[in-house]
């Protein structure tokens, strides 16, 4: 509705819609703070906590941090034009305050929504499987346990993976759009019409999928993945590892191809496999579960054309046979071991 599109324009947008984040908080007794740099998992525990425990559904938590993020930028012609209102826009990068909303979902379980305060006030979604997973358990009345990210107690283990199996993305993205609508900027009826309804597409910027072994004992886990691990290093050639994510290598192929030990926080430590912009990594977690995990931050260095969310069955096919082809590689490697006398060798001293 205005003539010309201006600097002092879009900043009023991005004034308004901070001016009503704050108000919301405000309204609704929601803690609201700048990101002091300190891990937000642990500093937000508390408060997921006592909003799945008083079965309390919606915002929980708002955290602002000043990131870069997309935005557009108003120019004037180099040379006058006939219309005195000409102006170029461009998208770009700028820093700006950005909304991360910790959520409490009736649906998807715990979420958190990050929206930019400039236009084009870009989304981004944060979910885990898993806090679907349990709502449904909750929902069929069926005991569970639940730990960080990971199940280690059900009563009805075939109904849990039924489950897993029947993930919908029309549900994830009807849950998504709800809440970047209530949290996101607001547009009159008239300012919709002439946007012609705007509206959110989603697609995938990383997405895991794991597989785990679960030990009902905890001594033979640390061997077996020590084991695993150096055995990987030896074996998992370039060639291997493109393979496991059904692709081959090329000239063309550009980005990480390479096997790695890294070593986590609190001395945990991952073995990683990287091919291009995707890898799989496999560690133990509590001495119980030898856990496989594909991480992809790009769909299409599985061979998928598309990234939409939609694509989610696709993207769970793919993911399951490229989890499944490592662990096998694994297990072939597992159990023929014994030929691998080089490590046993070079662990030997060297007498000159």
Known sequence: GRAKVTKEFLRERTNRYQGWV???????GIPIQWADGQRKEAMLKPFRERA??????????????????????????????????????????????????????EVLGPIYLRIGSYAPFEATAYFNGHGLLARVLEKAKIGFKLRENSFVQVDDPEFLQN???????SLIEKRFNYWSFLLGPKFSRKEREKLK??????????????????????????????????????????????????????????????TVIERMDEGHHVFRAYFKRSFVKQYEKWRTYLRTEVVSNDVKDLGLKRKGLH??????????????????????????????????????????
């Open 52 to 105: 799945i425990k008083e079965g309390k559904f919606g915002v929980y938590y708002i955290l602002k941090s000043r990131e870069k993020g997309p935005a557009f930028t108003c120019h004037d012609p180099k040379y006058p034009t006939k219309d005195p209102n000409y102006v170029i826009v461009r998208k770009t990068k700028l820093v700006y305050t950005h909304y991360y909303f910790y959520i409490y979902d």
């Open 311 to 352: 694509e989610l069955k696709e993207l769970q096919t793919k993911m399951k046979e490229a989890v499944g082809r490592f662990a096998e590689t694994t297990a072939i490697n597992l159990n023929n071991g014994g030929q691998y006398d080089l490590l046993a060798d070079l662990a030997r001293p060297v007498i000159q």
């Open 22 to 28: 704050e108000s919301y908080a405000a309204k609704k």
């Open 197 to 258: 309804g705007p509206r959110r597409y989603w697609c995938f910027s990383q997405v895991e999928y794991c597989l785990n072994f679960v030990f009902k004992r905890n001594h033979p886990i640390r061997d077996l993945y020590v084991r695993s691990c150096d055995l990987g290093l030896l074996t998992l050639t370039m060639d291997k590892v493109a393979n496991i994510f059904g692709r081959r290598v090329t000239r063309r192929i550009q980005g990480k191809l390479q």
């Open 163 to 169: 489950a897993s199996n029947e993930i919908d993305s």
